[in-house]
T-cell receptor, first 113, second 109 residues
């Protein structure tokens, strides 16, 4: 079966711009979570969506937002980009939630210049 | 607040030696614990979860609630085990899933 697909793989943006990342979960998985991965902070939880509703949210500013569509696909948006937003953004899907284990995508590498 | 601690950033062993990657957690409820692995140039993938009590690629992990630990063990390391290993605490409800900072395992020939 197809895995978790994230697009695009790489992005370069300038400060102040906004960006939208996309994630298609494994078919049948209703939970989609987003993580930011950096060498300094490791894996930081952004938010989780389940059946189009945000179920959990990490400690990130309001510039980070997301949504989930009826087909479980999810998007993440970052507005007013800052240099510190440069990171690998990982999407993970799960049948019903993190307690069931994640399947991760390959990530989107965002560079803010 | 829940927390996952992996005290070793790097663990270096020789092929055939036993391996133990440490993971300690703090959580007031009943934990759901996982080990994830990331091989070079591959995506992060689930290795095992405590609730399934299985052995994957020769690795096992036992939940010790008294010591709040979930150490990952393998009796004889192989070169292909070289990877980054993350311990994770996942709980349902409104708790935020938490990953440790990871341990890089290097198995020398």
């Amino acid at each position: 079966k197809a895995g978790v697909t994230q697009t695009p793989r790489y992005l370069i943006k300038t400060r102040g711009q906004q960006v939208t990342l996309s994630c298609s979960p494994i078919s049948g998985h209703r939970s989609v979570s987003w993580y930011q991965q950096t060498p300094g902070q490791g894996l930081q939880f952004l938010f989780e969506y389940f059946s189009e509703t945000q179920r959990n949210k990490g400690n990130f500013p309001g510039r980070f937002s997301g949504r989930q569509f009826s087909n479980s696909r999810s998007e993440m948006n970052v507005s007013t980009l800052e240099l510190g937003d440069s990171a690998l953004y990982l999407c993970a899907s799960s049948l019903r939630g993190v307690e069931h284990g994640y399947t991760f995508g390959s990530g989107t590498r965002l560079t803010v210049v | 607040a829940q927390r996952v601690t992996q005290p070793e950033k790097l663990l270096s062993v020789f092929k055939g030696a036993p391996v133990e990657l440490k993971c300690n957690y703090s959580y007031s409820g009943s934990p759901e614990l996982f080990w994830y692995v990331q091989y070079s140039r591959q995506r992060l993938q689930l290795l095992l979860r405590h609730i399934s009590r299985e052995s994957i690629k020769g690795f096992t992990a036992d939940l010790n609630k008294g010591e709040t630990s979930f150490h990952l063990k393998k009796p004889f390391a192989q070169e292909e085990d070289s990877a980054m290993y993350y311990c994770a605490l996942g709980t349902g409800g409104s708790y935020i899933p938490t990953f440790g900072r990871g341990t890089s395992l290097i198995v020398h020939p």
